[in-house]
């Protein structure tokens, strides 16, 4: 299966998907909420638009909140190697071709529209990425006209009879760099193509920006978008500050309490620019203290911890101690090998796109070996299962367990900033009160 037939069935690809898709969602990730699958048929003619700050983890987020086998575009310079283009093909990803990549380059892409067209017709699902490239900022960027002008070409192609969608999406990584966290996935409501067939046989200049901002307009909806580049670190400091607590809220996720927050926030700039002012210096006050302190903000709910707090928890950590152990043991190839691949990795973006498929190799070579081993070395074969399940498992308890470690530790911090009236954390407190204040009368 190769770029000739990728809009094609491909039962290797269909064998891989799960398996590529239960490291992504259950070992990567601790949670994925996505919304708005409801929104279409992905049986219709779509074309889905997802925002781009978090390299390959975009696209995957999207590949795996879809049934099928949908096709990607992608940047035309990440198919210079024969190999890797050939892996690239089996993912079901196609380049497209810039003047930057040569002029002559160009006329590749008529190739590639023929075969979005096949894609479209054949009801795959083409994802394009809008903004081109990445940046690792929670904003919509503008949009290239590359995404419409193929739908339209496409609907031409068809005289619209296809009747495409362009299906906005929007993501949210709760961080872009640490495994574990909290991947949100939103799908908006279809844009027809063909509500601007009028206008593109009228005006193709026209209809293809009426849909891209169009587009736009329907993006932000669905996704954290901080408007302001002058103030952007003070409100997305802010979104931890105040949000922080509700990454795995799933009935009222953490991208919309984001989203209703950056709304206050812009409605009190323009009404009370003083007061807009003081918040945004007090969170960037609060968050150089905090990184200073080493403190976390969800630790600050509480003003005082007591002792038999912290005895309860290191009476757990000491319990709960061998199985830690075990896990690290176990799984540490997974933490530290992947870690030696980003180094001197220049784009901070693609750190979780290497961790994910660093340790996505490592665990298809070194959990085989282990399942061997298991079956060897322990009897009856039901038990060798057993304990090998555990592998995973106790690794990701390895992982939680140092969260919890960490989250004591600060809590002890805390108490001891207290017991000696530490003004910088003093500081952080008052600034966190009145950041909280000023919000709730927002």
């Not at 892409?109 to 699902?125: A, M």
Request: glycine share 4%.
């Amino acid at each position: 299966m190769g770029r000739e037939n990728i809009e094609k069935y491909s039962l290797p690809y269909a064998l891989l998907k799960p398996v590529l898709g239960l490291w992504h969602s259950k070992i990567f990730y601790r949670r994925i909420i996505v919304l708005g699958r409801e929104n279409f048929d992905q049986n219709d003619h779509l074309i889905f638009a997802p925002n781009h700050q978090n390299a390959l983890m975009d696209a995957l987020a999207v590949l795996f909140s879809l049934k099928g086998q949908p096709v990607f575009l992608a940047r035309a310079d990440i198919f210079k190697n024969r190999f890797f283009s050939s892996l690239l093909y089996f993912l079901k990803i196609l380049p497209v071709y810039r003047i930057r990549d040569g002029y002559n380059s160009l006329k590749n892409n008529d190739w590639i529209f023929d075969k979005t067209v096949e894609v479209l017709k054949n009801k795959n699902g083409l994802v394009i990425l809008p903004e081109g490239n990445h940046e690792g900022k929670r904003r919509l960027r503008q949009l290239k006209k590359g995404i419409c002008r193929i739908a339209f070409q496409a609907g031409e192609a068809s005289d619209f009879s296809m009747n495409i969608k362009i299906i906005p999406v929007g993501i949210e990584f709760s961080h872009y760099y640490r495994i574990r966290q909290v991947l949100t996935v939103v799908f908006g409501k279809p844009i027809e193509v063909s509500e601007y067939k009028s206008l593109y046989h009228q005006n193709q200049v026209l209809a293809i920006n009426s849909l891209k901002n169009r587009l736009s307009e329907e993006m932000r909806k669905l996704m954290v978008h901080i408007d302001s580049l002058d103030d952007y670190e003070a409100i997305d400091e802010l979104r931890v500050i105040v949000n922080g607590r509700y990454s795995d809220d799933i009935k009222n996720p953490k991208l919309f309490r984001d989203r209703l927050l950056i709304e206050k926030i812009n409605g009190l700039a323009e009404r009370s620019p003083e007061t807009y002012r003081k918040l945004c210096n007090l969170s960037l006050k609060a968050g150089k203290l905090a990184h200073k302190l080493r403190i976390d903000y969800r630790l600050l709910e509480k003003e005082r911890y007591s002792a038999a707090r912290i005895i309860r928890d290191l009476i757990a950590l000491a319990v709960t101690l061998p199985l830690f152990i075990y896990g690290v043991l176990l799984n540490f190839i997974f933490y530290i090998i992947p870690e030696l691949f980003t180094r001197n990795l220049k784009d901070k973006q693609f750190y979780s796109t290497i961790i994910y498929s660093v340790s996505l190799g490592l665990a298809l070579l070194i959990m085989p070996v282990y399942l061997v081993i298991s079956l060897i070395v322990i009897k009856p074969w039901w038990l060798a299962l057993l304990v090998f399940a555990t592998i995973p498992v106790s690794g990701i308890f390895a992982w939680g367990y140092r969260l919890f470690y960490n989250q004591l530790k600060g809590i002890i911090r805390i108490n001891r900033y207290l017991k000696r009236k530490n003004s910088d954390f003093i500081k952080l407190t008052e600034a966190y009160r009145e950041i909280l204040d000023i919000v709730r009368n927002l």
